[in-house]
């Protein structure tokens, strides 16, 4: 028993050291809450399914040091957003903004939803419309 | 028949939709900076650091701008056809030698020769950001009005040299005329 737990415990240890961004923190409490907002939303453009709070790569670290520095700055949010927008594309942002080039992505999910729903109904109602006994034909035996 | 109508042609119209998709380099990123100025940018020299390199440099022609690194495999691998494109005098190429070590940067020209006019250094990633690289090699054209007109993203070839940037070079040439 103990052992197993020994097993456990020692196997949770890596999870310790998960810290990847690893620069000090802001001295204003709500500018770093601002800053691990903001690195939550950027997408690492080198290692795409991570953003650059999760990525160890060092393009994700210098865009962490950019906007690190454009918060000392006291640049807005948006004005971030923008700089990496310019820079890379609304790719950079994991909720790209809505603008003519992403209404599809936005606009999407609704669209197919709506499809869905319409076929549902639509399947449903010829379904409505059968007789409820199946065993219309006498049984042949 | 006719309810399979719906199904098969939403298909028709998906599959090739996939087929163009998935044909893709998900990585391969559009640069938001075509048919744009190229930004401005003034770096020390890498051989020379008290020499500076910047969009002046260009002179008004129509170049390319390298993004490169000895840690690079790509570089490494595309690095015979720019010395190619050198000699020929095909075409001025401006290096950018991004993240990488002054001195190891230096022995990799040293040993492999040199393609570029000259090369900036930005070890700070300052330059790169601002040109939105995230990857090399990265391949700017630049044109003599200093708009970059086209990126390519991975090692140049004699093929993809002449699918993508002779008729884009020959077209910029042309329209400065």
């Known amino acids: 028993m103990k052992k197993i737990f020994v097993l456990f415990a020692s196997l949770m240890i890596p999870m310790l050291g998960s810290a990847i961004d690893t620069g000090q923190a802001f001295d204003d409490p709500a500018l770093q809450a601002r800053y691990e907002k903001i690195i939550e939303e950027v997408r690492c453009l080198k290692c795409q399914n991570q953003t650059i709070k999760d990525s160890n790569a060092f393009l994700a670290g210098d865009l962490r040091r950019e906007i690190r520095r454009m918060l000392t700055e006291g640049k807005t949010d948006a004005e971030i957003f923008d700089f990496l927008v310019v820079r890379y594309g609304e790719f950079a942002l994991y909720r790209p903004r809505m603008s003519g080039k992403t209404l599809v992505l936005w606009l999407a999910p609704v669209f197919l939803l709506l499809i869905g729903g319409i076929v549902i109904v639509r399947i449903l109602r010829e379904r409505m419309s059968l007789p409820l006994d199946d065993q219309q034909e006498p049984e042949q035996s | 028949m006719k309810?399979?109508?719906?199904?098969?042609?939403?298909?028709?119209?998906?599959?090739?939709?996939?087929?163009?998709?998935?044909?893709?380099?998900?990585?391969?990123?559009?640069?938001?900076?075509?048919?744009?100025?190229?930004?401005?940018?003034?770096?020390?020299?890498?051989?020379?650091?008290?020499?500076?390199?910047?969009?002046?440099?260009f002179g008004g022609q129509t170049v390319l701008v390298n993004f490169w690194a000895t840690w690079c495999g790509g570089c490494r691998q595309e690095h015979g056809f720019l010395l190619q494109l050198r000699k020929n005098n095909v075409?001025?190429?401006?290096?950018?030698?991004?993240?990488?070590?002054?001195?190891?940067?230096?022995?990799?020209?040293e040993q492999l020769e040199d393609p570029y006019v000259v090369s900036g250094f930005d070890g700070g990633n300052h330059t790169g950001i601002d040109w939105g690289v995230y990857a090399a090699p990265e391949t700017f054209l630049v044109d003599g009005?200093?708009?970059?007109?086209?990126?390519?993203?991975?090692?140049?070839?004699?093929?993809?040299?002449?699918?993508?940037?002779?008729?884009?070079?020959?077209?910029?040439?042309?329209?400065?005329?």
Not at chain 2, 8 to 31: E, N, T, W, Y
Not at chain 2, 42 to 48: A, E, G, I, S, T
């Open chain 2, 3 to 57: 309810r399979f109508l719906l199904p098969i042609g939403f298909f028709a119209v998906l599959i090739p939709l996939f087929v163009v998709g998935l044909g893709k380099d998900p990585r391969a990123l559009p640069s938001t900076y075509i048919d744009k100025p190229a930004p401005q940018f003034d770096l020390p020299q890498l051989r020379d650091p008290s020499q500076r390199v910047s969009n002046q440099s």
């Open chain 2, 91 to 109: 075409i001025p190429i401006y290096g950018i030698n991004w993240r990488d070590d002054r001195t190891k940067a230096i022995a990799w020209l």
């Open chain 2, 145 to 177: 009005s200093g708009t970059i007109i086209y990126k390519f993203l991975g090692p140049i070839n004699a093929h993809i040299w002449q699918q993508e940037f002779e008729p884009r070079i020959a077209a910029a040439n042309e329209a400065a005329l």
